[in-house]
């Protein structure tokens, strides 16, 4: 049993009531009512005086209470004061009190030790002298006194260790289960893929934020330095045309909105923004908890989202436009064509013909543009390897390129043969290599790769066209514009918009894809794949 069990019986044992433990007891043995009666005389103001006319009835006395001293008469029929001496000394909890006895004769030597053996720790003789037997008694009741005294200073103190004991127990109890929580808490907000802030507002600052948990590598490059270095600049580096919308979320009159959630974009040192989703809740009239979560991917996804069903909703209106327009462009090339085989015409009169039959045939280029974009062009595919397409487009373009535009071609894939329609295809490098003309007017080379992607898991990873040149490169911002019809940057007159978005219908159109990107080394990267299939097998990848 460990020192804290032990301690724990003992307390919970009832402490003694106080006029138990003080209230002491005499217990009178005597076979004569009148020895009992004088003797109680004498000894009623020491104590309470219990009183027994047989050796029997003293020990019944004994089970039930307990005693400073007993004054024990020695002559008792029956059972005689050493007989019952000795039943009181082998009882554990009667061992210890201190017997008088009480003797009118048997001064010898030999009574008396017999009386000493059997436990008495005094004699007194009748005729009892009351003043003796008061002060004897006295000593035996002061000592009992004391010892139960004693006994509950024991007692009492022990009560009280065990109590602090217990308070510090639960002191220390609570302390692990707060310790526990903080940390199981923090454990929680760390690993969050948020970042946590406090902040205070003004209008002259802003919001000032301050980090205090959550995951800083949720956010995405040199945003999470930022957080930790220089949280009074954050708000430097938000876009500023999303800056309003930021303040304004947190300008908002106390109690009239106390949730804000915004989302800015965030520019970074060398790449391009962030999407930043900011949400915060209110605690006081300037200041601010909140999350900051990066966004950027389903941001760009919903971009994307959306450029795809604006390029699917114009597809589909210039589709009809275009197909209308067709027709009719076909109506007034057969009406040029009648009256030059029907009339005589002058010389002028044959050169205004000339001029119109040259509009339709611009128009009905047009037209096919759109168609492209549209993904409505009727295709005829089939089989042409990248030399015979080197040299159709070369034959094409060597009269708008001077030799201060070198066209650098690198052709790896020469076993194999795009699978589409030649002359669009064609078309499409062409109006590729001029955009790259376009780009330099300095003038520079453009590279033409002709090669096998890495991985050819479906038949539109099968060939892959790179054009590249070194100009200036697309700016990010219009990045996602330029495949739109009659998106131009050009002067008017000098383009009209529908190169890239006529390349970009033909290469869906025929099952492949276009992709524009930045290369960090500068210019533009144009990559068309298209499916293909191998020159000796003619089968489709
Ligand atoms: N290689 C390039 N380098 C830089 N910017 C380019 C490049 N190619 C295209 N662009 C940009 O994309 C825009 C759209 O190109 P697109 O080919 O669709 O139309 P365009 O060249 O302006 O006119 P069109 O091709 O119809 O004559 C261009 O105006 C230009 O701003
Ligand atoms: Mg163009």
Same mark, same amino acid.
């Given at each position: ?162 109590? @602090? ?40 600052? +802003? ?18 330095? #930022? ?48 999407? =930043? ?10 200041? #601010? ?29 210039? +589709? ?13 090339? %057969? ?32 037209? @096919? ?31 708008? =390129? ?94 009209? %918009? ?12 025929? %099952? ?30």
């Amino acid at each position: 049993m460990n020192v804290r069990s032990s301690l724990k019986l003992r307390a919970e044992r009832p402490p003694p009531a106080p006029d138990k433990v003080h209230k002491a007891k005499i217990l009178i043995v005597d076979d004569d009512e009148r020895n009992l009666l004088a003797l109680t005389e004498v000894l009623d103001s020491l104590a309470e005086v219990v009183t027994a006319t047989s050796g029997r009835d003293a020990l019944r006395a004994l089970l039930r209470e307990d005693f400073a001293v007993i004054l024990l008469d020695v002559f008792m029929p029956e059972m005689d004061g050493y007989e019952t001496a000795g039943f009181i000394r082998e009882r554990d909890q009667t061992a210890r009190i201190p017997i008088i006895f009480l003797s009118a004769v048997n001064k010898e030597t030999e009574h008396l030790m017999r009386g000493y053996a059997m436990g008495a720790v005094d004699y007194v003789f009748k005729p009892v002298d009351a003043l003796v037997l008061h002060s004897k008694a006295a000593v035996f009741v002061d000592l009992y006194k004391l010892r139960r005294e004693i006994e509950e200073r024991n007692r009492a103190e022990i009560v009280l260790q065990e109590a @602090k004991f217990r308070a510090e127990e639960q002191r220390l109890e609570i302390e692990r289960e707060l310790q526990a929580t903080r940390l199981r808490q923090a454990a929680i907000l760390n690993s969050l893929p948020v970042v946590l802030f406090e902040a205070t507002y003004s209008e002259k600052d +802003g919001l000032r934020r301050r980090v205090v948990g959550g995951d800083r590598s949720a956010l995405s490059g040199d945003a999470a330095a #930022w957080l930790r270095d220089d949280e009074a600049r954050w708000e430097d580096q938000i876009l500023a045309e999303d800056r309003p919308a930021v303040a304004s979320e947190y300008a908002k009159p106390c109690g009239k909105g106390d949730r804000a959630s915004v989302r800015y974009r965030w520019a970074t040192a060398d790449g391009p923004p962030l999407y =930043l989703l900011e949400q915060a809740v209110r605690v006081d009239d300037r200041a #601010w908890v909140g999350s900051i979560t990066d966004v950027t991917a389903q941001s760009l996804l919903e971009n994307q989202l959306l450029q795809a069903q604006k390029l699917d909703a114009l597809g589909q209106l210039t +589709g009809g436009v275009a197909h209308d327009f067709n027709n009719l462009l076909a109506a007034v090339l %057969g009406g040029i064509q009648l009256l030059a085989r029907r009339t005589n015409l002058d010389q002028s009169q044959q050169a205004i013909l000339d001029q119109m039959r040259e509009a339709v045939d611009q128009g009905i280029a047009l037209v @096919k543009s759109l168609l492209a974009f549209a993904r409505k062009q009727p295709l005829s595919p089939t089989s042409i390897d990248p030399e015979t397409l080197r040299k159709s487009v070369m034959g094409l373009v060597d009269h708008a =390129l001077d030799t201060t535009f070198p066209v650098d071609w690198t052709v790896t894939a020469e076993d194999h043969a795009f699978f589409a329609d030649p002359s669009q295809l064609t078309l499409v490098l062409l109006n590729l290599i001029i955009n790259a003309r376009d780009a330099m007017p300095g003038g520079g080379t453009i590279s033409i790769v002709i090669d096998r992607p890495s991985e050819p898991s479906t038949s539109a990873d099968g060939l892959r066209i790179v054009v590249a040149d070194e100009g200036p490169g697309i700016p990010a911002e219009i990045l996602d514009k330029v495949t739109e019809p009659f998106f131009t940057t050009k002067p008017p007159g000098k383009g009209t %918009g529908l190169g890239l978005s006529m390349a970009a219908g033909f290469a869906e159109q025929s %099952g492949g894809k276009l992709l524009i990107s930045a290369p960090p080394n500068g210019g533009t990267r144009v990559e068309i794949k298209l499916p293909a299939r191998r020159v000796d097998c003619d089968e489709d990848l």
